[in-house]
């Protein structure tokens, strides 16, 4: 019975998008959709509204309520003009940026939304062609914007795209401007409410101007150009994976003085089918493939790679033995954290006040890095935005450092508010020229702060369960692990339990509750063992996972000791997921 009034419910929807506001190519589909004998499409497509998530909206292209079309994306717009023309109605002239992606339809979204953008009386910023996420939010602040929106589905599979909206200081939206653009979108219930008719007088191309600032102020980044000097002809392979950091990466190595950049022919193909690849996903080793194969036929000195909207970056270096081997986001981040600090001291840039920050799923060794020497470390939600709104509290207060995450994403600059692979390939090919002046391989260098600083190992587990049921069985898996609390794991007890839903931790070894001090509350279970084990357990907001994240700890005494500690560590993390049951 409840599949029987699901139906009706899908089929309902579904025949309202036969009317005459859509086009012709789109009541066709949803036709084929009604007229098809399984229904599996139909209610996949029409079950519920894109909703936006901790990375925006985002979803598979196809017609359809729950699908990425031009219609979910005009009411998006509509619905964030909407909030705009109120929240800014004392301004004389609203304004706006728009970038897109290499994803098939991505120009076509954007086009479409600066056409709604200024048929709105909304002034548009519109970049003549794909750019990298990080450059737009640049742009939102450079222009003095009010908004901005990226068409992108960062480094999702070729049939899903995106939408990401940010604020007046370049980052994505938190509450309560994303909520109450939500209600707006929320709003629009028929075709007829979106305005399409765009005022081309409104719309301004924009381009190499932008990518020139923007290039200029990452080269101020830059903490030791004469050791770059030295070693200008570092071999560095590069890939964007077919997206946008073809042109800006490469600029911005440039700009810092590389002068010998290797290009994987293949993937600097800009195309939204991802010819090479099956995830243009920077985490997946497979994507790095042509990459490293390049590396070895020029014996490169570090490979980099950026996703499709250049936000995320993932590298890979040769070990002690001469293999490549890739380097975790994790990694990346300590290696950025531990660059910057130790830089920022030998140039006496330190006066006191500064600060880093990183995600409460990220490792704890950052932390420990930023503790250390003297330097705040601020713990937040999953979502680069949550760095953002750390930034924006402290704007003129205290001096910002750099922020990251383990999902390969990095920011060492704060006239951009969203994770950045052109500046962050380009001062991680700094501290490859860094390593190589001190006489030590980047590898070694890794090694030397896990000697400094203690050892972790970590692994992100993700579980799919894809589609309404799957999101119902992540929905029952959570409230499971609420109902029955975890109290050990492989063998060691839980001594600190964090549930972001109810903002209270439970400390077991002094027998007390507090409260977390978090901006708002968040689907996350969190668990510390005595052994220095940490778990989080998060459903994804942009993708049908639950995932995982699992750390171990431990000491590394030397650089000879480091396999067998990561041996030990992977075994440590099996015994873990199996306690886990995942």
Same mark, same amino acid.
């Given at each position: 019975m409840e599949n029987e009034a699901l139906l009706k419910e899908v089929t309902a929807r579904a025949q309202v998008w036969l009317g005459e506001g859509y086009d012709a190519e789109t009541r066709a589909e949803v036709r084929r959709l009604l007229d098809n004998e399984d229904k599996t499409d139909l209610i996949e497509a029409f079950y519920k509204d894109l909703e936006f998530g901790t990375g925006g909206l985002r979803g598979i292209m196809g017609v359809g309520t729950n699908r990425m079309n031009i219609y979910t994306v005009g009411a998006a717009t509509q619905g964030l003009a909407n909030y705009l023309k109120k929240e800014f109605a004392s301004l004389p002239q609203i304004k706006v940026v728009i970038g897109h992606d290499c994803r098939n339809n991505s120009r076509r979204f954007a086009e479409i939304s600066a056409d709604i953008f200024s048929a709105n009386g909304i002034k548009v910023y519109l970049f003549d062609a794909l750019r990298p996420t990080p450059e737009m939010s640049f742009a939102i602040r450079e222009l003095g914007c009010q908004s901005g929106i990226i068409l992108t589905a960062s480094h999702n599979?070729?049939?899903?795209?995106?939408?990401?909206?940010?604020?007046?200081?370049?980052? $994505?939206?938190? #509450?309560?401007?994303?909520?109450? /653009?939500? &209600? @707006?979108?929320?709003?629009?219930? &028929?075709? #007829?409410?979106?305005? +399409?008719? %765009?005022?081309?007088?409104?719309? !301004?191309?924009?381009?190499? @101007?932008?990518?020139r600032k923007f290039i200029s102020r990452i080269k101020g980044l830059s903490l030791n150009p004469e050791i770059i000097a030295r070693h200008k002809d570092l071999k560095i392979v590069y890939t964007p994976i077919h997206g946008t950091g073809v042109k800006l990466v490469p600029m911005a190595l440039a700009a810092y003085g590389f002068t010998n950049i290797i290009h994987v022919p293949e993937q600097d193909v800009i195309s939204g089918d991802f010819p090479t690849v099956k995830s243009p996903n920077p985490e997946e080793p497979a994507a790095l493939d042509l990459a490293i194969r390049k590396a070895k036929e020029v014996d490169a000195d570090i490979v980099m790679a950026s996703d499709p909207d250049a936000d995320r970056m993932g590298i890979a270096l040769k070990n002690d033995k001469g293999e490549w081997i890739l380097v975790n986001g994790n990694q990346n981040a300590m290696l950025f954290t531990n660059y910057l600090i130790s830089q920022y001291k030998a140039t006496g840039r330190l006066k006191g006040g500064e600060y880093m920050v990183k995600t409460i799923v990220t490792t704890e060794l950052i932390k420990k890095i930023a503790d250390r020497n003297g330097i705040e470390c601020f713990d937040v939600? /999953?979502? +680069?935005?949550?760095?953002? *709104?750390?930034?924006? !509290?402290? =704007?003129?207060?205290? $001096?910002?450092?750099? %922020? %990251? =995450? =383990?999902?390969? %994403? +990095?920011?060492? @600059?704060? +006239?951009?508010?969203?994770?950045?692979?052109? &500046? #962050?390939? *380009?001062?991680?090919?700094?501290?490859?020229?860094?390593?190589?002046?001190n006489g030590k391989t980047m590898y070694e260098m890794l090694q030397d702060i896990y000697v400094e600083y203690g050892f972790s190992k970590e692994k992100g587990i993700s579980v799919v369960r894809k589609g309404k049921s799957g999101a119902e069985e992540i929905e029952a898996m959570m409230k499971n692990y609420r109902a029955n609390p975890i109290t050990e794991i492989a063998g060691s007890k839980v001594v600190l339990a964090k549930d972001y839903a109810t903002l209270v931790a439970q400390d077991f070894t002094a027998g007390e509750k507090y409260t977390l001090n978090m901006p708002t509350t968040s689907n996350v279970l969190q668990y510390f063992t005595e052994d220095g084990t940490k778990v989080s357990i998060r459903p994804s907001g942009t993708e049908p996972k639950i995932k995982f994240y699992v750390e171990v700890s431990g =000491?590394?005494? &030397?650089? *000879?000791?480091?396999?067998? /500690?990561?041996?030990?560590? !992977?075994?440590?993390i099996k015994a873990v997921a199996a306690s886990l049951g995942v």
């Open positions: 599979p070729k049939e899903y795209n995106g939408y990401k909206a940010y604020w007046d200081d370049g980052a $994505q939206m938190v #509450s309560p401007h994303d909520k109450n /653009t939500i &209600s @707006e979108v929320n709003k629009i219930r &028929s075709v #007829s409410d979106i305005n +399409f008719k %765009g005022n081309k007088a409104l719309i !301004e191309i924009i381009g190499d @101007e932008i990518d939600y /999953t979502g +680069f935005k949550w760095i953002a *709104a750390v930034i924006r !509290e402290l =704007e003129g207060k205290r $001096q910002y450092i750099g %922020g %990251g =995450e =383990e999902s390969y %994403g +990095f920011l060492p @600059e704060d +006239f951009v508010r969203d994770k950045d692979a052109v &500046s #962050s390939c *380009a001062l991680m090919a700094e501290i490859a020229a860094w390593a190589k002046d =000491e590394l005494k &030397s650089r *000879a000791d480091y396999d067998k /500690t990561v041996a030990a560590a !992977e075994e440590k």
